[in-house]
């Protein structure tokens, strides 16, 4: 379940033209257990779902009529995805689970921590936020994750992945300081629980003796696969045939496991072991008192289970097997591609897609996602040099590196949820003579800033960070947004870090920085690029020189603008520049636009010499906060070493992120509202010009 974090960061998958095209069959509410096989277009009946204002209204249904619930609220859940898009799969498998605790529990007296986020669809359609579950990842619509901003029901606000046991511990020593008798639950996917952080929390826990009830929802899935060690400790759980269920008195028993073939292991594991003891799982040997693993679409067995372990004292997990995607065919069949899902076009634009815009749709197609050049990039670079290795936290997917996992498979390391493992291995790796490339999101290499400071700049080990989704990321909304790379790294000596303008330079600069021997960043943004196509062979572009990309206007103007873009803000400075020159108001301005190209080493002498021709005025760009940013880098230099500026002193502006988080809503949105966007950046242009 891992974001985008571990995010994300995430894959979207378009629903097939088979699902848009079928009649709705789904109008009317199916018999109980149903597995649906399309998404409904039109509303759903469910009179059970529709009586649920707040949490305490399931109090007032029967045992009956929540398994009933149950069918209506996935349901209602396969209709609200095709309205809004976003995440899926894990949504529909946690249906009962969310019944079971609202039930069972009294939020929000109650605690219920949700790790991740990507799971908390049905309890935000349960907890007075059914009717706007349609807007959710849209511009002032509900968040993609849980935000106590936006409910009282919602106690922690997460994004991140691993973070639920630590929050829910804290809550808990708070309460009992407090002499607050009230239950915290933490929910956490067996792929959240591979991050270090959920293992300090369960150590930490322990060691206070905490009142916690963790509940392991283990679905054999992140969005990427489980993997490792832990999982094959999982699965030997399963596998054994047993359970340790609780008595009623809140003892563990071991017994025979009831059937349960619903459950179709993706990962068998061929050595036969002992059935284990009691005290043989990991939980149980760090101290936690373990319960299961059960059925977790088991309403009944939930209920029982759950009601017992909250109220036994000391740190309790309940260990529950979910089906990613439960009851939605396709989902149970591909659970990756079905993490999250785009929403469903109207059935007019679908016609309007498939017949009349052909030419469209193959230039959309022929723009490659920046993802895929970077995939492109390894298998191209692995073939030539057998030093690369390639380290990725739980986003083999996300990242582009399918095709290099399934072709060089002994130099692929996934290392699950643990981005700050990721980064010291890539350190320990480097220090014997080969030469990793570590792919992250921009979000979550925060999450081993440490390492990359203590344990890859400070020894200038020979290690290459590819980053994903920097800058704006659409409906994920803050918790997801690259917003903050320029600054956390151009601070710490010995980085160098390049923004390409399109898909081209980012192949290059990939291959620039791999060859480079240090400590390299590329930065590159989700999606698609302008369709630039790569040239090749590979260049090595020279370390820290820009370009002036374009100039427009009069030699002869006497006012002089130089916009130093980085990255993909490149294409937007030019399409501003041209709409500015083409204003009469400004017909006595000439512009140049520059692609900086790299944030560390700056071109400083290119910034001198365009301040030595006569620019009169300076704007920096950036897909970034402003404080820390590049445009900080260049009035760093300008005030404090250039000595053109000092004698000639041209105006400067710098355009980017204002200091606050990006609220979700689309890309777009995302830029107009930052005043990134071609408007808004000629807006800016024109105030600083007057």
């Known amino acids: 379940m ?12 378009a629903v097939s033209k088979s699902m848009l095209s079928a009649p709705d069959t789904t109008a009317c509410l199916p018999d109980l257990q149903q597995t649906f096989v399309r998404i ?23 045992k009956d009529q929540l398994v009933t619930l149950a069918d209506e609220l996935r349901l209602f859940l396969l209709y609200s995805a095709g309205q809004s898009g976003g995440h899926f799969g894990a949504n529909l ?49 509900l968040t993609a994750f849980p935000e106590r901003g936006e409910s009282v029901y919602d106690t922690f606000g997460v994004g991140h992945s691993s973070t639920s046991i630590s929050a829910g511990l804290g809550m808990s020593l708070a309460l009992r300081y407090q002499g607050r008798p009230q239950t915290v639950a933490c929910v956490i996917g067996d792929g959240a629980m591979t991050g270090g952080m959920a293992f300090e929390a369960m150590n930490d826990a322990v060691q206070q003796d905490a009142d916690l009830l963790v509940i392991l929802n283990d679905n054999d899935m992140s969005i990427s696969c489980s993997i490792g060690g832990f999982s094959r400790h999982l699965a030997m759980l399963w596998e054994s045939g047993y359970q340790v269920d609780i008595t009623d008195t809140g003892e563990p028993v071991l017994r025979h496991r009831p059937n349960m073939q619903a459950f179709d292991r993706r990962k068998r594991h061929k050595e036969h072991r002992d059935v284990p003891k009691i005290e043989d799982n990991l939980f149980k040997a760090i101290g936690f008192t373990y319960f299961g693993p059960f059925d977790g679409h088991n309403i009944p067995e939930l209920l029982r289970v759950l009601a017992l372990a909250k109220q036994v004292r000391g740190p309790v997990l309940v260990h529950i097997y979910t089906i990613k995607g439960k009851g939605f065919a396709p989902a149970e069949a591909d659970p990756v591609g079905y993490h999250a899902i785009s929403k ?69 390391f996934d290392v699950a949820i643990a981005e700050q493992h990721a980064v010291t291995l890539a350190g320990g790796m480097a220090t014997q003579g080969v030469k990793p490339i570590v792919a992250i999101y921009s979000t979550f290499l925060q999450r081993g800033y440490d390492q990359l400071i203590h344990d890859i700049a400070l020894q200038n080990l020979d290690v290459t960070f590819a980053i994903d989704r920097a800058g704006l990321v659409g409906e994920d909304g803050a918790t997801h947004a690259g917003i903050f790379d320029f600054a956390f790294l151009r601070c710490v000596p010995n980085m160098l870090i390049a923004a390409p303008k399109d898909e081209n330079e980012c192949y290059q600069l990939l291959n620039t920085c791999y060859n480079y021997q240090g400590c390299t960043a590329v930065r590159y943004p989700r999606g698609s690029g302008i369709g630039a196509s790569i040239s090749l062979p ?68 290119l910034i001198e010499s365009l301040i030595m021709q006569g620019v009169t005025h300076i704007a920096t760009i950036e897909e ?29 502006h710098n355009i980017g992120i204002a200091d606050s988080f990006a609220a979700h809503g689309s890309q777009a949105e995302q830029l107009a509202a930052c005043g990134l966007d071609t408007p808004g950046i000629v807006k800016q242009i024109q105030q600083l010009l007057s």
């Open 2 to 13: 891992q974001q985008s974090s571990h995010s994300s960061q995430s894959q979207s998958v």
């Open 40 to 62: 409904p277009r039109t509303r759903p009946d469910t009179p059970l779902l529709n009586a649920i204002d707040v949490p305490s209204d399931l109090k007032k249904l029967t």
């Open 93 to 141: 498998g946690v249906v009962e689970l969310t019944i079971a605790l609202h039930y069972l529990l009294d939020a929000p007296n109650d605690q219920i921590v949700w790790d991740v986020g990507h799971q908390a669809y049905a309890h935000k359609a349960l907890t007075g936020r059914r009717d706007r579950l349609g807007s959710i990842r849209s511009k002032d619509g």
């Open 344 to 412: 469903l076009p109207a059935e007019d634009a679908a016609i309007s897609l498939l017949a009349k815009d052909k030419a469209v749709v193959q230039n959309r197609v022929s723009r490659l996602k920046y993802s895929q050049v970077f995939g492109q990039f390894l298998c191209d670079k692995a073939a030539q040099d057998d030093k690369l290795l390639a380290i990725t936290p739980a986003m083999e997917e996300g990242s582009g590196m399918i095709e290099f996992a399934r072709s060089f498979p002994e130099r692929f």
């Open 538 to 605: 590979a260049q090595d572009y020279k370390i820290g020189q820009g370009e002036v990309d374009a100039v427009l206007g009069p030699d002869s103007a006497t006012k002089k603008l130089a916009l130093l873009a980085f990255g993909t803000m490149v294409a937007t400075a030019k399409q501003a520049a041209e709409l500015l020159v083409s204003d009469k108001d400004h017909a006595d301005c000439q512009v140049q636009v520059v692609n900086m190209r790299w944030v560390k080493p700056l071109d400083t002498d």
């Open 624 to 652: 970034h906060v402003i404080m820390g940013g590049a445009g900080s880098a260049v009035n760093e230099y300008l005030l404090n070493t250039s000595p053109a500026f000092m004698s000639c002193r041209p105006t400067i």
